[in-house]
């Protein structure tokens, strides 16, 4: 037998077309063996000719570059993936979200149903690209519909870094939680849980530095600890030296067989406000995740189902009053089905318990989304939300994603 195997595939194909008739003689034998060898041999010498242009290519991608570059090969050597994100919905809303407020929970970051009618939502443009064999960096800019321009992620990160850490530096999603990280546009229901609403002002985003650590076995572990100025809800600017906020997080899962798959976590996020609504002092939030993915046979493009729930639980205490020292918690779970390759629908559960006061805040939501393609997202959702004593507001959202560009593999 061959030592390529593309090569015996390539002789047995070849062996049809290129050897003559024969009547069984010695002589006949002779030449369909010498036919084999000089078939063999041509497609060994190509196959190795192959192998040699592949290492000269792989060792010319590896050589550093030369001292004194062009400005057409610098330029060229910058090549970032570049993606954008266009969204926008539809809202019908029975209350006036001017008066949105979680009843219990101070206010802050992005919160509510967003604005009645036709909104062009929030756009995203972004660039990732290694800067050196060493560093890749991302910037994700959101385009708001006021017209304005914000930074949601520019970070760096050292990709060579040893032991298996991943160090991340400058301004990006904060590790807690399960959602956290996910950029809006690959959640499954148009907005945010209630949890996420009040305990982290919809989304935490951090300015600062980040380490995780990934274990080296077959079992996902993964372990991260993060620091930051602590700017953002539930904490304030303040203005000093040091770090003002602080955060660890553990994640681990794996595989059930072929069909399922589940992944769980904790997190602690503690930060510092000064003057938030008449509050000053430390904030300590929670969090417990979990997520269980089912698809047959591993196969989800068909159809699968994912279950998925978080706990939250913030304790805060006052630099000087002692009334000041409250506890509040709060809870969501989500199951999406999706039943063919383009159709999903999903239900979801929100509750929250101020801890201060009797009345609980809830929310039931349903949806269903069409996907032509991994690019484009039609969505259709309600929800009953009651986060305030009094009248219940129902809300419809119709709302279209489309992805522009090289965009990364979401997160489990």
């Known amino acids: 037998m061959s030592r390529f195997p593309l090569a015996a595939s390539a002789v047995a194909l070849a062996l049809p077309a290129a050897l003559p008739a024969w009547s069984g003689t010695d002589a006949d034998l002779a030449e369909i063996r010498i036919q084999i060898q000089q078939l063999k041999s041509q497609y060994e010498s190509r196959i190795r000719?192959?192998?040699?242009?592949?290492?000269?290519?792989?060792?010319?991608?590896?050589?550093?570059?030369p001292a004194k570059a062009s400005s057409s090969a610098s330029l060229s050597a910058f090549n970032p993936a570049i993606s954008a994100?266009?969204?926008?919905?539809?809202?019908r809303l029975t209350r006036d979200p001017a008066g949105f407020g979680i009843a219990g929970f101070p206010a802050g970051g992005e919160t509510g149903p967003g604005k009645r009618g036709f909104n062009l939502g929030e756009s995203e443009l972004?660039?990732?690209?290694?800067?050196?064999?060493?560093?890749?960096?991302?910037?994700?800019?959101?385009?708001?519909?006021?017209?304005?321009?914000?930074?949601?992620?520019a970070y760096g990160q050292w990709v060579t870094a040893p032991f298996g850490l991943s160090p991340k530096f400058g301004r990006f999603l904060s590790g807690v939680g399960y959602l956290n990280e996910q950029h809006a546009h690959a959640w499954d229901f148009v907005d945010a849980p209630l949890a996420y609403q009040a305990f982290l002002g919809g989304q935490y985003a951090n300015d600062g530095v980040q380490v995780r650590w990934l274990a080296p076995t077959e079992h996902f572990l993964e372990l991260g600890a993060e620091l930051g100025n602590g700017g953002n809800f539930p904490g304030t600017e303040r203005g000093v030296n040091g770090a003002g906020s602080g955060a660890i997080h553990a994640h681990s899962g794996g595989d059930i067989g072929n069909d399922h798959g589940w992944r769980a976590g904790v997190s602690w996020l503690r930060t510092r406000a000064v003057d938030r609504e008449g509050f000053s002092g430390k904030s300590g939030t929670a969090i417990a995740d979990f997520v269980w993915k089912y698809a047959p046979n591993g196969n989800s493009r068909d159809t699968s189902f994912k279950l998925q729930g978080e706990y939250f639980q913030r304790r805060e205490r006052g630099d000087t009053d002692a009334s000041l020292d409250a506890r509040a918690s709060g809870w969501y779970l989500q199951g999406v089905y999706q039943f063919l390759p383009e159709w999903r629908v999903g239900a979801r559960y929100d509750r929250l318990d101020p801890g201060l006061i009797d009345f609980r805040p809830k929310r039931s939501s349903l949806m269903v989304d069409y996907n032509p393609s991994e690019f484009s997202r039609i969505r259709l959702q309600f929800a009953r939300s009651q986060t305030q004593p009094g009248?219940?507001?129902n809300e419809v959202f119709l709302q279209y994603i489309l992805s522009l560009g090289a965009h990364g593999a979401h997160k489990y």
């Open 49 to 65: 000719a192959l192998e040699d242009r592949l290492k000269d290519a792989e060792a010319a991608a590896q050589a550093p570059a």
């Open 85 to 91: 994100i266009l969204g926008g919905t539809y809202s």
């Open 126 to 153: 972004v660039l990732s690209a290694n800067a050196d064999p060493h560093f890749a960096g991302k910037l994700t800019l959101a385009f708001t519909p006021e017209n304005e321009i914000a930074v949601e992620e």
């Open 391 to 393: 009248a219940a507001d």
